[in-house]
C-alpha cells in the first residue's frame, strides 16, 4: 500500500502555501499519497486544529502521517516536533495542536534546518519530516527526544444539578455547532445556547420542520445543534466558546 501523508493546515486555497508543502513531499518521494484534510481552519485556531484532527486521524490506516500547520507561533522559539502515537506520526508544531496523542507517546524535536525560511518552516521542516516518515525513515533520526510538550485540553463537559452545561468547541460550514458534550449526556432533554432554546435532543435534522432548531448526537459522538435547511450560527448568533446547557427530561 502507498504511504499516506494527511495534510491540516490553516492557510486556505487563494495561495500557494499548500501546493508548495505538497510540492516539498513529493520532491522527496512521489508514490505518496496526500489526503487534504481541511485547509480551511480559522488562521491560528490551535482549538479547530485539535477538533479535526480528533475526528480524522483514527479512521486512517496505521502507519500515517499527519501533518498539521496550524502555528501562530511559527518564527518563535517554539519547538518543531513529531509524535508516534497508536502505530501513526504527527508533525507540526509543539503548540498544544496534538495534546490528545502526546500522552504516552514517543516524542522528537526536529531539527530546523539552518537554511529555512522562519516564516515557512511548514515547508521547509515540517513537510520534508512527513516525507521521510511515510517512506518508512526510522523515527529517531529525526532529532532527539522532546520532554514536556504544550499541552492545551479541549474544555470537557459537566453536570450541575441535572444540568449538563457544555460550550461549542467548532462551527461547521453549514453553521452547525458541534458542543463538546458525548452522548451519554444527552441521551435528551431541551437546549439552551448561550442562555438562549435551541430545541431538543432528537435524531436527525429530519425530526423538525425547516428553519427548526435541533439537537442531534453526531458521527463523532458529540451533541450538535443545526437547523433544518439553514445556520444555527446565524440564527442563534453565537460562535465557538458559547454555552451549551442540556436540560434533562425528568424520568
Known sequence: MRPIVTLLTD?????????????????????????????????????????LLGRAWGRFPLGT?????????????????????????FVGP?????????DGAELLELRIPRRSAPTFQGRDVF?????HLAQGESFKVLGPALANPVRTPLPTARKEDGVVVGEVLYIDR??????????ELAPGGRIE????????VLRTFADVDSGGLVGFIGSE????????????????????????????VSS
Do not use: C, W
Not at 502555528?71 to 516536533?81: Q, Y
Open 11 to 51: 492557510f486556505g486555497l487563494a495561495d500557494t502555501y499548500v501546493a508548495e508543502m505538497k510540492a516539498a513531499i513529493l520532491s522527496e518521494a512521489t508514490d505518496i499519497r496526500l489526503v487534504d484534510l481541511s485547509h480551511q481552519v480559522s488562521p491560528g485556531d490551535i482549538r479547530s486544529a485539535q477538533y
Open 65 to 89: 502521517v499527519h501533518l498539521v500547520i496550524v502555528d501562530p507561533g511559527v518564527g518563535s522559539g517554539r519547538r518543531a516536533m513529531a509524535v508516534h502515537h497508536a502505530g501513526h506520526f
Open 94 to 102: 509543539d503548540n498544544g495542536v496534538f495534546t490528545a496523542v502526546v
Open 127 to 131: 513537510a520534508p519530516a512527513a516525507a
Open 174 to 183: 453549514f453553521g452547525t455547532l458541534i458542543a463538546n458534550i458525548p452522548a
Open 193 to 200: 445556547v448561550a442562555g438562549k432554546p435551541a430545541g431538543e
Open 221 to 248: 459522538g458529540l451533541l450538535q445543534i443545526g437547523v433544518r435547511d439553514g445556520s444555527a450560527a446565524t440564527k442563534l448568533g453565537v460562535g465557538v466558546g458559547a454555552e451549551v446547557k442540556v436540560l434533562m
